[in-house]
T-cell receptor
Framework: QKEVEQNSGPLSVPEGAIASLNCTYS??????FFWYRQYSGKSPELIMS????GDKEDGRFTAQLNKASQYVSLLIRDSQPSDSATYLC?????????????FGKGTLLTVNP | DAGVTQSPTHLIKTRGQQVTLRCSPK?????VSWYQQALGQGPQFIFQ???????QRGNFPDRFSGHQFPNYSSELNVNALLLGDSALYLC?????????????FGDGTRLSIL
């Protein structure tokens, strides 16, 4: 049974700070990892995907993957109140056939003005 | 370019009833996956359809069934509803031949069981 673990939070940061979200996964052969943002009452929205070890940057967001440690993280720089949401980490399998997403429980982030 | 669309938005049912939820995938996508998200939890995979067949199934009872139509749209059926079936039901679409690419979610159907 694949598992994805996230710090449940909540995480509270001041506006303009860096928010750091962490995730570990159990399946050593997983090749695809995703961060989704979910506002209250809404559906998950993809913000980052990462497949290789190292960092991937997109605007204020940086995803980091360490396959040896089975660890994925998301950094949000210059956090804004509009970033306040639940962030879901998901592992997408190892390819071969179309995959299912295994999600963590999510981390609630609050950015205080 | 139309994204993933789901209907209805909200639904209220009573225990023992049956419900059908509908999903149209993002234009060009051929694979539909269904997820159940209980309050305060991450989405849980129910099953996935491609070429009108169930390809993968999560740990859900047979009360949960589905169908995919030739136009790639899909239905999720739940029989003998229980209070614990109250959740947000999410549909996601993708391309079967690129399994590592992200899945795109619809807005979901919120199902409440009384």
């Amino acid at each position: 049974q694949k598992e994805v673990e996230q710090n449940s939070g909540p995480l509270s940061v001041p506006e303009g700070a860096i928010a750091s979200l962490n995730c570990t996964y159990s399946d050593r052969v997983s090749q695809s990892f995703f961060w989704y943002r979910q506002y209250s009452g809404k559906s998950p929205e993809l913000i980052m995907s990462i497949y290789s070890n190292g960092d991937k940057e997109d605007g204020r967001f940086t995803a980091q993957l360490n396959k040896a440690s089975q660890y994925v993280s998301l950094l949000i720089r210059d956090s804004q109140p509009s970033d306040s949401a639940t962030y879901l980490c998901a592992e997408g399998g190892s390819g071969g056939s179309n995959y299912k997403l295994t999600f963590g429980k999510g981390t609630l982030l609050t950015v205080n003005p | 370019d139309a994204g993933v669309t789901q209907s209805p938005t909200h639904l209220i049912k009573t225990r023992g009833q049956q419900v059908t939820l509908r999903c149209s995938p993002k234009s060009g996508h051929d694979t539909v996956s269904w997820y159940q998200q209980a309050l305060g939890q991450g989405p849980q995979f129910i099953f996935q359809y491609y070429e009108e067949e169930e390809r993968q199934r999560g740990n859900f009872p047979d009360r949960f069934s589905g169908h995919q139509f030739p136009n790639y749209s899909s239905e999720l059926n739940v029989n003998a509803l229980l209070l614990g079936d109250s959740a947000l039901y999410l549909c996601a679409s993708s391309y079967f031949i690129t399994p590592l690419q992200p899945q795109h979610f619809g807005d979901g159907t919120r199902l409440s069981i009384l």
